[in-house]
Nanobody, 121 residues
């Protein structure tokens, strides 16, 4: 069983930056593909970014390419999402996700509880 705990959400003005963190429990962190999804009010949950267990391959939604960066620190069992040049349309609850064997771009084996990101115009 893997538990994911997010932090780092908040309120920021358009053009600003935030860094989300997600710390995972358990001893299998290095076997996990990790990623971030988001869900805005009235919309379905959507993929944002992911990386493979090795960290060698990164994946981004077109809407965040060039602005968001995903990274992982295996020593800390933590995955990060650095969000720059934030836009009001980035406002959503952001969820950390983890999956074994397959890169977590469509669904996940484990989900965090979510952290709210609000971007004001």
């Amino acid at each position: 069983q893997v538990q994911l705990v997010e932090s780092g959400g908040g309120l920021v003005q358009a053009g600003g930056s935030l860094r989300l963190s997600c710390t995972a429990s358990g001893r299998t962190f290095t076997r996990l593909s990790l990623g971030w999804f988001r869900q805005a009010p009235g919309k379905e949950r959507e993929f944002v970014a992911a990386l493979t267990a090795s960290g060698g391959s990164l994946y981004y939604a077109d809407s965040v390419k060039g602005r968001f960066t995903i990274s992982r620190d295996n020593a800390k069992n933590t995955v990060y999402l650095q969000m720059n040049s934030l836009k009001p349309e980035d406002t959503a609850v952001y969820y950390c996700a983890a999956r074994y064997m397959v890169v977590v771009t469509t669904t996940a084996d484990y989900w965090g509880q979510g952290t709210q990101v609000t971007v004001s115009s």
